[in-house]
T-cell receptor, first 111, second 116 residues
């Protein structure tokens, strides 16, 4: 079957750095995306990795290792507004944008 | 640019009733998705349209769920009859050909359905 595993919850304090891991097992792999979702809100796109390595976008970075079927989202200089759920998602087919989402990680940032 | 619009935001129905959700994607986005998100879980794709054609509906419970995208723009998702386990948030998303590969899907706020 297809599965993407993430920790269910992570807590941190303002200004800290937190890493959210994602391990995947899918029939195909054509890229790993990360989405943020505040309570009651819409998921919003954060980053995308198709190749191994680190992608940096401001305070957020995302890493991929295809040989390990593993990726992570790194959030630096945490702010209270970063409290949300974070989902990794795999594009498992080449000619479609279909995404398989992970179970989600709820991040709570404390002052 | 305007985002993905969905309505209604909330709906409460009794089991065995029918319900319909509406979605208006971002202008010019050819691909439209309906996802089901059960509380505490990640979104699960129900159906994907490319223009007005179905690309993937492998996870759509076709005995009770139906969706259409007339004229390749707006879309409706219907459930008939509803079951208790259909209680979830139904998210509509769209993406453009320019984001193909990068897979940047833009989501609406969703419709929270409660079946009692």
């Amino acid at each position: 079957g297809q599965s993407l595993e993430q920790p269910s919850e992570v807590t941190a304090v303002e200004g800290a750095i937190v890493q959210i891991n994602c391990t995947y097992q899918t029939s195909g792999f054509y890229g790993l995306s990360w989405y943020q979702q505040h309570d009651g809100g819409a998921p919003t796109f954060l980053s995308y990795n198709a190749l191994d390595g680190l992608e940096e976008t401001g305070r957020f970075s995302s890493f991929l290792s295809r040989s390990d079927s593993y990726g992570y989202l790194l959030l630096q200089e945490l702010q209270m507004k970063d409290s949300a759920s974070y989902f990794c998602a795999v594009r498992d087919q080449e000619n479609t944008d279909k995404l398989i989402f992970g179970t989600g990680t709820r991040l709570q940032v404390f002052p | 640019e305007a985002g993905v619009a969905q309505s209604p935001r909330y709906k409460i129905i009794e089991k065995r009733q029918s319900v319909a959700f509406w979605c208006n994607p971002i202008s010019g986005h050819a691909t439209l998705y309906w996802y089901q998100q059960i509380l505490g879980q990640g979104p699960k794709l129900l159906i994907q349209f490319q223009n007005n054609g179905v690309v993937d509906d492998s996870q759509l419970p076709k005995d009770r769920f139906s969706a259409e995208r007339l004229k390749g723009v707006d879309s409706t998702l219907k459930i008939q009859p509803a079951k208790l386990e259909d209680s979830a948030v139904y998210l509509c998303a769209s993406s453009s050909a320019e984001s193909r590969g990068r897979v940047e899907a833009f989501f609406g706020q969703g419709t929270r359905l409660t079946v009692v």
